[in-house]
């Protein structure tokens, strides 16, 4: 008998499938799972329904970052003070947490057997299902929200992005349309990073766009929330329950270019 406290994977699954999860689908999710309610397994309950909806040939994927707080500790120059590097641990993508802003499913999902993870420490992704190792192979160091990276072969793959109770501001996906956008004065950042080798840490450079902030002064600091919500204002994309989380679901070609249309109009 069914404990009314309780959303089961089975209720989950079916809510999933009334937004347009469908099998076959490649997924990427953001999830406030404390928003989806008391869920009988909790996010590994939340990652079988999103199986279920996708079925076999289907493919979820979720971003990882990292925990960078050394980065506090780094010069002008993005280089971690002396004193500081030999404590700092280094990025090995088989061990290295994601970062806990992020929520705790990408963590659960990426200690899911079977699952990968991509090679960028800040941009890092995990996927399993059917793409993952299309979807994590051969990161870019440089620039790992752009061309070539697991953002640019989402939208490739025509895949979706679901917000499952998540902000609509941690929609990763549009800092890729920050790297598309013809925006200037773009700001750059460069740090050294270590990583994890066989024979030790190795420290490299990377640089990327800062998409910390709004990589341009001329756009807002709630940008990316205020794309999300005008390009629902449409018609666009999905919006309904999943659980007791207002969830929404997008396609990931359609946003964004939507979304760099939105950047150069009001930044550029």
């Known amino acids: 008998m069914q404990h009314p406290a309780f959303i089961t994977t089975a209720q989950l699954t079916a809510d999933l499938a009334r937004l347009g999860v469908a099998p076959g689908d490649l997924v990427m999710v953001h999830a406030a799972c404390n928003r989806v309610g008391?869920?009988?397994?909790?996010?590994?309950?939340?990652?079988?329904?999103?199986?279920?909806?996708?079925?076999?040939?289907?493919?979820?994927m979720a971003y990882l970052d990292w925990e960078a707080d050394?980065?506090?500790?780094?010069?002008?120059?993005?280089?971690?003070?002396?004193?500081?590097?030999?404590?700092?641990?280094p990025f090995d993508p088989a061990r290295t947490r994601a970062a806990r802003q992020n929520g705790v499913l990408p963590e659960f999902l990426r200690t899911t057997p079977g699952a990968l993870r991509s090679g960028n420490p800040g941009a890092s992704v995990t996927a399993l299902?059917?793409?993952?190792?299309?979807?994590?192979?051969?990161?870019?160091?440089?620039?790992?929200?752009?061309?070539?990276?697991?953002?640019?072969?989402?939208?490739e793959a025509r895949g979706k992005v679901l917000m499952l109770g998540a902000p609509r501001d941690t929609m990763t996906l549009l800092h890729h349309a920050e790297h598309l956008a013809m925006l200037p004065d773009k700001r750059i950042i460069r740090v050294e990073v270590p990583f994890a080798t066989p024979t030790g840490t190795a420290w490299r450079w990377i640089e990327e766009f800062?998409?910390?902030?709004?990589?341009?002064?001329?756009?807002?600091?709630?940008?990316?929330?205020?794309?999300?919500?005008?390009?629902?204002?449409?018609?666009?994309?999905?919006?309904?329950?999943?659980?007791?989380?207002?969830?929404?679901?997008?396609?990931?070609?359609?946003?964004?270019?939507?979304?760099?249309?939105?950047?150069?109009?009001v930044a550029g």
């Not at 909790?42 to 289907?58: C, F, H």
């Not at 980065?71 to 700092?88: K, M, Y």
């Not at 059917?130 to 620039?143: I, S």
């Open 38 to 60: 008391p869920v009988l397994g909790g996010p590994d309950a939340i990652i079988a329904a999103l199986r279920e909806a996708m079925g076999a040939a289907g493919t979820l």
């Open 70 to 89: 050394w980065e506090n500790l780094v010069d002008a120059q993005g280089r971690t003070l002396p004193e500081w590097r030999p404590h700092v641990l």
């Open 210 to 265: 800062d998409t910390s902030h709004p990589c341009v002064a001329g756009l807002p600091e709630d940008f990316i929330d205020r794309i999300v919500t005008d390009y629902l204002a449409t018609g666009a994309g999905r919006q309904g329950r999943v659980g007791l989380a207002q969830s929404v679901l997008v396609e990931a070609a359609d946003i964004l270019p939507f979304a760099v249309a939105w950047m150069e109009r």
């Open 129 to 155: 299902g059917a793409k993952a190792e299309w979807l994590t192979a051969d990161h870019p160091l440089d620039y790992g929200y752009g061309p070539g990276t697991p953002l640019a072969r989402l939208v």
